[in-house]
């Protein structure tokens, strides 16, 4: 059994740079030649184009998605004596930021189906916690949260509904664009991302014009004078070189994020022996990662590094087991799913042979 030729398996970031890199290397000598690095024209003309591709409202550019957890928390108000809930299913950075914000944890099951936030369980959470102030709903993958129901419930509850739109760019929830579903949406551009940067990089969007004033004050030491804070805010600004990347890669997105979903049809088509992702009715799922459930997972995962195919389980574990946010509860859909999730390779650049031979060496394995 010979191993499949690495070649075959472009790194995303790296082809996406050699790809782009005629523009990309424009857009960086702009920003030198310009003598601005933070807080520039790059950023603001960013903000105003990634607000248009998402049909409008106020984007404020940040330093990296764990930047705006934190502070899109603290512009609500949400502070030290409250609680926020967050799916245990989720990247580490999304608990430590609402830790750092001084916030208190209430972790929450998944769905079955989707692992993402699990309606029933936050409805119980709220019912046990009356301190909880938000429910932070992370769009895990690409794949939308049950959105209505969780309004619904929030609405009852008095509770602010954020959602984490960091994996779902190019999502949507019933014809509405993910990020835009509610007052406010965190996001990520770090390199591996459906819209990344070459480095760290992140953004809120709002609806609002007074929270999105407050999250600029915020965002850069309290000041809304410069030298003069009003209140205690932090350094978390999105420089000119990474929003200027960032503006050449926007574009595109759309087109990236369709090629992803094309991907992903055929992997479903030629998959066999594993669980394969499903998407929730009137969504569209932005395939950031392409998720199975596998029996034997990381016999699988050493079975496909044998045979030179890349993949990563993502989560291995749930935030509920790690020590810094080890708390009491019963998660048994998390649970599960850490000790079977694995992503198999997807991006643009990913091609059609490349994609079969990973449905095949899958194959092998439970053949």
């Not at 769009?139 to 959105?147: A, K, S």
Request: glycine letters at 8%; charged letters at 20%.
């Amino acid at each position: 059994m010979k191993p499949i030729p690495h070649s075959i398996f472009p790194e995303f970031v790296v082809e996406d740079q050699r790809c782009r890199h005629d523009a990309l290397m424009s857009a960086v000598n702009r920003v030198l030649q310009s003598g601005l690095f933070i807080l520039g024209e790059e950023g603001r003309a960013f903000e105003r184009e990634y607000a248009e591709s998402l049909g409008g409202g106020y984007v404020v550019g940040v330093a990296s998605g764990t930047d705006a957890i934190e502070l899109l928390l603290r512009a609500l108000d949400i502070g030290i004596g409250d609680g926020v809930v967050v799916p245990t299913l989720a990247p580490s950075a999304v608990a430590a930021a609402v830790r750092r914000a001084g916030v208190r944890l209430v972790l929450c099951d998944v769905e079955q189906e989707t692992l993402t936030l699990c309606s029933q369980a936050v409805r119980e959470c709220l019912k046990c916690n009356p301190d909880i102030k938000a429910v932070l709903a992370v769009h895990l993958y690409g794949h939308p949260c049950d959105w209505q129901s969780l309004q619904n419930i929030c609405e009852e509850h008095g509770v602010e509904l954020i959602e984490d739109a960091s994996q779902a760019h190019g999502s949507f929830w019933e014809q509405k664009r993910i990020g835009t579903l509610g007052k406010a949406s965190v996001w990520s551009f770090y390199p591996t991302k459906n819209l990344g940067a070459l480095g760290d990089a992140g953004a809120i969007w709002t609806s609002e014009v007074v929270l999105a004033e407050t999250l600029r004050c915020l965002r850069e030491y309290g000041w809304r004078q410069r030298h003069v804070s009003e209140t205690f805010g932090i350094n978390s600004r999105l420089d000119e070189i990474q929003a200027a990347i960032l503006r050449v890669k926007l574009p595109s997105l759309v087109e990236q994020v369709k090629r992803r979903r094309e991907l992903a049809s055929l992997y479903l088509r030629y998959l066999s022996g594993v669980q394969l992702p499903s998407v929730r009715e009137n969504c569209a799922h932005a395939f950031h990662q392409f998720v199975i459930r596998a029996v034997h997972r990381n016999a699988l995962k050493e079975h496909l590094r044998v045979r030179g195919v890349p993949s990563m389980a993502l989560y291995p574990v749930a935030l509920h087991q790690q020590p810094a946010f080890q708390c009491a509860g019963y998660f048994p859909v998390a649970e599960k799913a850490v000790e079977e999730v694995l992503s198999l390779p997807l991006h643009p650049y990913l091609t059609e042979v490349a994609l079969k031979a990973v449905c095949e060496a899958v194959g092998e394995f439970y053949s």
